[in-house]
């Protein structure tokens, strides 16, 4: 009994030793958490100078808990308000994870599966192949990989675009691919996606979001588009740089392909979607997707061509690249990453799961295509998921961006060597003036207006047309930060008159 109380006596002292080991390496640990923190908010800060980013939040959580969440810079540019983890920025296409995981319940409640035809729940649905049409899947609205090309213009410059009108129009443009051949970065399927949800849930996407979503996990201040998000004040504003000076420009709106990219949020909202992405976790004692259909949604689904990814991969080196339902894949330090990015004029998001490690991020920008996303993304993962401060993201990635707009701006270079000098046009200018149609992007108006050529494309798109050479012009649109664009005229071979016009890849013929 002297013996086994000795032995007792022991195994308590141990166990006091033992409590103290672990309280002296939880301190450290805190420590070297709030160490790891304090780096990454001087490396943020930083880099947001660095590459000129007037306002940005971001939000870092591990292992299911926010543990940094915080804004920087200002609102807008010239005033003084700062932001802060309550400030509005948009989501855009990271919105995209969002309706994948409302049409995922539905999925969970029997109402539809990933391999439902599209047509057996949206009849009216059409492309220009009536193979495909009748073939498309479910998923295959997830994937980028339907066999459409680019066909963006159409909510781009219709902004008030209705839903019946995008799908009677998406009937029109031929298929740039074989189904299932191919790829191509496609927001309308995403429309669609919404739609689908509307048709079976018997309730508008923007509801059944906000209420099966939004609500559930806690994210009060977020908004499934502009309009709806218009009473919020505490907002950031978008900006564009425009020959060297960063400028604030109008609010670009998504509204009309929401499901694709319209959502609103803050960085104290984002958390809570960050950290239910990287663990699905129980909400008030009940899972919003099972298990099998989180599984499903992070799975790669479609290997990406190098040549469609990022150019980031310079510097990451991916060994393979594919997409998910709504999220990018690649591998990194050995660990697999879901991501996405989010952009419109003036605005940029991206959202990175490293789950491997317990370790999500999101960061809003209020400037167009801030590419430091990446750089504050992979750091966060260095720092948070390998606890390695090694690497300056923000240096290699503005080397790399830096070099890609100089490569771009000797390209613009060619171009103009390549303009031929002193010539005229084969018409007088009025001449060029009628109204122009192509079936799925609709009018292109060009009028002839005190001694100049004037062009008009949907309701709020406008350019100037300034001659190039010979029947092509220069577009040079209102709105700065659209750019300059070559619009070139033909004549019929017979009557010598203008009766087309070329723009964005796109022959459109005179109809008066």
Not at 306 to 327: D, H, L
Not at 409 to 432: E, F, N
Request: aromatic share 12%.
């Amino acid at each position: 009994m002297l013996i086994q109380k000795l032995r007792f006596g022991e195994y308590q002292d141990m166990q006091k030793r033992l409590l103290l080991f672990l309280f002296i390496f939880a301190l450290a640990g805190a420590a070297l958490g709030q160490d790891r923190i304090a780096e990454f908010d001087r490396f943020a800060e930083a880099a947001r100078k660095e590459w000129k980013v007037p306002g940005m939040a971001l939000t870092v959580v591990k292992d299911g808990k926010v543990i940094f969440s915080k804004g920087y810079g200002v609102r807008e540019l010239g005033k003084p308000e700062p932001v802060d983890t309550k400030t509005l920025f948009g989501c855009m296409s990271t919105t995209k994870a969002m309706t994948v995981a409302a049409l995922a319940m539905l999925v969970d409640e029997g109402k539809v599966n990933w391999d439902d035809k599209v047509v057996d729940h949206l009849p009216e649905f059409r492309l220009s192949d009536s193979y495909v049409t009748a073939d498309l899947r479910v998923r295959d609205l997830l994937t980028h990989n339907s066999g459409l090309g680019n066909t963006d213009l159409i909510w781009a410059l219709y902004p008030n675009i209705s839903a019946p009108e995008i799908i009677e129009r998406m009937r029109l443009p031929k298929l740039a691919y074989p189904l299932r051949g191919g790829y191509e970065y496609q927001n309308l399927m995403y429309f669609f996606a919404g739609q689908l949800t509307e048709r079976v849930s018997g309730m508008p996407w923007e509801k059944f979001i906000t209420e099966r979503l939004f609500k559930p996990l806690g994210m009060n201040n977020t908004f499934p588009n502009l309009a709806l998000s218009e009473g919020y004040m505490n907002r950031s504003a978008s900006h564009f740089e425009i020959e060297g000076e960063i400028l604030t420009i109008p609010e670009d709106s998504a509204d009309a392909v929401a499901p694709a990219g319209a959502a609103w949020s803050t960085a104290d909202d984002i958390g809570k979607w960050v950290a239910f992405m990287l663990s699905n976790p129980e909400i008030n004692g009940k899972r919003l997707l099972k298990p099998e259909t989180y599984v499903e949604i992070l799975k790669p689904h479609i290997i990406v061509p190098a040549e469609k990814f990022y150019p980031t991969a310079a510097v990451t080196k991916p060994n393979w690249i594919t997409y998910g339902f709504a999220w990018f894949q690649h591998d990194y330090r050995g660990e697999k990453i879901n991501f996405h990015t989010g952009s419109l004029a003036g605005r940029t998001a991206i959202i990175g799961l490293l789950p491997s490690k317990g370790v999500g991020f999101y960061a809003f920008g209020n400037i167009d295509h801030a590419e430091v996303r990446h750089a504050l993304m992979y750091k966060a993962f260095d720092l948070f998921g390998f606890n390695d401060d090694s690497r300056d993201w923000s240096k290699e990635l503005k080397t790399l961006y830096d070099g890609l707009e100089k490569a771009g701006k000797d390209q613009a270079d060619k171009v103009k060597a390549a303009r031929v000098a002193d010539t005229k046009p084969s018409h007088s200018l009025g001449d060029y003036a009628g109204v122009y149609n192509d079936p799925f992007i609709g009018d292109v108006k060009i009028a002839f207006e005190g001694g100049e050529l004037r062009m008009m494309i949907g309701p709020e798109t406008s350019a100037t047309l300034r001659h190039w050479h010979y029947d092509t012009f220069e577009a040079a649109f209102d709105k700065r930060w659209f750019g300059t664009g070559l619009v070139s005229f033909g004549s019929n071979a017979r009557t010598g008159k203008v009766d087309r016009l070329s723009f964005a890849g796109t022959e459109m013929k005179r109809k008066n």
